[in-house]
């Protein structure tokens, strides 16, 4: 599992994974030529991994940190208190939380923009839109799909629904803002750059949800930037 291979080389206080390199592979002219590694498969040489990045005689992870740094690695951390060497946290165990996580998030998410559009919304209205959201999101699929590679996307749906939540909550009026509950779910959102960057995108949303609040915001300051009284006091 490249997640907690990455938790471990963290606690070593390393970039690289703890894996062997077969000595075949760092004779090779071109270690990146797939011909060559599956020769070297067929001839019996173990320890060739896919999904991984090899550089200079070391295996690297090109997964994403941030689950490893939310999940695995406080997991691995604390059972080594108990347990030699420690314990890896489930794949399945993490792709379950967040999607529990997105459920819920998701779901206060689609509520709260109903209401943000109308005071007092049918229930049946608000239910079935909860439900075609969580149908399109794909977290049956995933659900079904407790992989590592499947932890990425995830994390992802987790972070940008708690961060669009955050976001719903930290807009007041047009023209105010909470800026703690903005700081917020601009993190969570940031997150994505280390789980699925694609996510990311995201941000964009900040445009329609604070529009009037960042025309506002830049026509205050191109008025007083370019007001001749204050040219006049200089």
Same mark, same amino acid.
């Given at each position: 599992d490249q997640y907690d291979h990455t938790a471990q080389a963290i606690l070593r206080g390393q970039t690289y994974l703890n894996l062997p390199v077969p000595h075949e592979l760092r004779q090779l002219s071109n270690p990146y030529d797939p011909s060559a590694r599956n020769i070297l498969l067929s001839n019996g040489v173990r320890n060739i991994y896919w999904d991984h990045a090899y550089h200079q005689g070391h295996w690297y992870s090109y997964f994403g940190v941030i689950p490893t740094i939310f999940f695995f690695l406080p997991y691995?951390?604390?059972?080594m208190l108990f347990v030699t060497n420690g314990r890896m946290l489930p794949t399945s165990a993490v792709t379950f939380f967040c999607i529990i996580v997105f459920l819920i998030a998701g779901s206060l998410l689609i509520i709260n923009l109903i209401k943000k559009i109308k005071e007092s919304p049918l229930l049946a209205t608000t239910v079935i839109c909860v439900a075609l959201f969580l149908i399109t999101s794909?977290?049956? %699929?995933?659900?079904?799909?407790?992989? =590592?590679?499947?932890?990425?996307?995830?994390?992802?749906?987790?972070f940008t629904t708690i961060g669009l939540c955050c976001w719903l909550k930290a807009r007041k009026d047009d023209i105010t803002i909470n800026s703690? %509950?903005?700081?917020?779910?601009?993190? =969570?959102i940031s997150l994505n750059l280390g789980c699925r960057p694609t996510f990311t995108i995201a941000l964009l949303l900040a445009l329609p949800l604070f529009r009037h609040y960042i025309f506002n915001t830049l026509y205050n300051t191109f008025t007083k930037y370019y007001d001749p009284s204050s040219w006049k006091q200089l």
């Open positions: 691995r951390a604390i059972s794909n977290i049956t %699929y995933l659900w079904f799909r407790p992989s =590592f590679y499947s932890i990425p996307i995830v994390s992802s749906l987790m703690f %509950y903005f700081s917020l779910g601009t993190f =969570f």
